[in-house]
């Protein structure tokens, strides 16, 4: 039989409105809401719900805001009775991830997140590094760009998204190497993302030691289904080991590509965006044909999921 995978997005996928109407509609939802507000000592709903957009889109607020909505929706699904076999998120997404698994709850998951955003925010010095999305070139080409950019200075791969999209990150002057190199290599785009520092880079080393020191104070617990890592692509049971990866995605690339291919080896047709936007879901259908891809963004989103098991809003 099929197995579900639910799939949950990082940064990017923030909006000015995103969980509004679950919150309107479930109460499920409007608990997760007010228990971060409570948290994090200001209205993380009102932010979501009415922004402004140049705030919600900062780091240290973008990464709370996403995990918040995204857990909201995801215990919506839960108290709807929806099976799901795997987890898997998206950088941020993992901390989504590890608490729909059960290995955290949600109030320690959103410490966690909210300080992780602190630590990244502040990594870098702003302006003086960042990513770039590449499209149409193959993997391995783009390694070898960010070797030869890689004399100007730091630049890696920092997502294998997709067959045809890497992520890279880096310092300024690298970065727009790899674009001119890029281009001249036949890439389809390369596209700045809006983020506040090369994530998912040896530059985010100072934030990787500040996070590990601080997953000290958390205990992990056993994933009540399979959980696959950004790190490895491949499932992690062990506690520890997840807390150790989970301090290593920082400064390592995400294997997105991987992960959704080992879900879909082990049976998992059917995918389960959960939480705001599209991101990944248009991801998994460029990495794999025959699958049912599904978001869970707003209700009409949400009736199609439920109504594969014979449920309704």
Request: aromatic share 8%.
């Amino acid at each position: 039989m099929s197995k579900v995978a639910f799939v949950f997005p990082g940064q990017g996928s923030q909006y000015v409105g995103m969980g509004a109407e679950f919150f309107d509609r479930f109460e499920e939802a409007a608990a997760v809401f007010r228990k971060a507000d409570e948290i994090l000592g200001f209205s993380l709903t009102e932010l979501c719900f009415q922004g402004p957009p140049e705030k919600l889109n900062q780091t240290r607020f973008t990464q709370p805001a996403v995990f918040t909505t995204s857990i909201a929706v995801f215990e919506v699904l839960k108290a709807k009775g929806v099976k799901f076999d795997a987890v898997a998120g998206h950088s941020l997404g993992e901390y989504s991830a590890v608490v729909a698994a059960g290995v955290l709850d949600f109030s320690e998951g959103l410490r966690i997140v909210q300080k992780r955003a602190e630590l990244m925010e502040a990594a870098y010095p702003q302006g003086e590094g960042g990513m770039l999305a590449i499209l149409g070139l193959e993997p391995e080409k783009v390694k070898e760009i960010c070797d030869q950019a890689s004399t100007q200075g730091v630049v890696t791969p920092a997502n294998f998204n997709s067959p045809e999209q890497v992520v890279v990150s880096g310092e300024r002057k690298a970065l727009e190497i790899v674009t001119v190199l890029a281009r001249k290599k036949g890439a389809k785009r390369v596209i700045p993302l809006q983020v506040s520092g090369p994530f998912h880079s040896p530059l985010m080393k100072e934030a990787s030691e500040q996070l590990a020191l601080l997953l000290k104070e958390f205990r992990f617990s056993p994933p009540q289904v399979a959980f696959v890592s950004n790190v490895t692509g491949g499932y992690v049971f062990a506690p520890d080991e997840i807390k150790r990866l989970l301090i290593e995605q920082l400064t390592a690339p995400v294997l997105w590509e991987g992960a959704v291919r080992r879900l879909f080896q082990d049976g998992c047709q059917t995918f389960i965006e959960v939480g705001p936007g599209k991101v990944l879901s248009g991801l998994i259908k460029r990495i794999l044909s025959g699958v049912q891809v599904f978001q869970t963004g707003d209700l009409r989103s949400l009736e199609k999921v439920l109504a594969l098991s014979g449920r309704s809003v």
